[in-house]
């Protein structure tokens, strides 16, 4: 795991995994921009962040930009989230990187949740 450093003293300094930044926030185009922790912050509080989200029965699956990365440091960060709450799969995660692949990333959690639960009722996906 990487360390962690600021890159000045300054209490606005964005937390830094050596030389990538790890605060991001949402244009209103929907692109990504590297932002300080306070900036981050201040967008955080007062934006709405949910991408998708599905729920069925006891299940729920919810896709957000959270704005932190959350990759190794190796490609694009990773700042929107989909978890999964409740049935089989519960607490299932996985990170995307832009919109357009969390709306995709959603839609497969989506997919395999269901397959998951056809699979718990014993339904062969085949005959779907």
């Given at each position: 795991?990487?360390?962690?450093?600021?890159?000045?003293?300054?209490?606005?300094?964005?937390?830094?995994?050596?030389?990538?930044?790890?605060?991001?926030?949402?244009?209103?185009?929907?692109?990504?921009?590297?932002?300080?922790?306070?900036?981050?912050?201040?967008?955080?509080?007062?934006?709405?962040?949910?991408?998708?989200?599905?729920?069925?029965?006891?299940?729920?699956?919810?896709?957000?930009?959270?704005?932190?990365?959350?990759?190794?440091?190796d490609g694009p960060p990773l700042v929107f989230?989909?978890?999964?709450?409740?049935?089989?799969?519960?607490?299932?995660?996985?990170?995307c990187s832009t919109w357009q692949q969390a709306?995709?990333?959603?839609?497969?959690?989506?997919?395999?949740?269901?397959?998951?639960?056809?699979?718990?009722?014993?339904?062969?996906?085949?005959?779907?």
């Amino acid at each position: 795991m990487s360390s962690s450093s600021k890159e000045d003293n300054s209490a606005t300094a964005t937390r830094t995994r050596g030389t990538r930044k790890m605060h991001y926030i949402l244009t209103n185009d929907r692109e990504v921009v590297a932002v300080s922790a306070k900036e981050w912050g201040r967008w955080f509080d007062t934006t709405d962040r949910h991408v998708a989200d599905l729920r069925d029965e006891d299940i729920r699956i919810s896709t957000t930009f959270i704005g932190l990365d959350h990759s190794s440091g190796d490609g694009p960060p990773l700042v929107f989230e989909t978890l999964v709450f409740g049935g089989p799969l519960d607490g299932e995660e996985e990170h995307c990187s832009t919109w357009q692949q969390a709306i995709e990333m959603h839609h497969q959690m989506a997919q395999r949740v269901t397959l998951a639960v056809l699979e718990l009722r014993g339904v062969d996906e085949d005959a779907i």
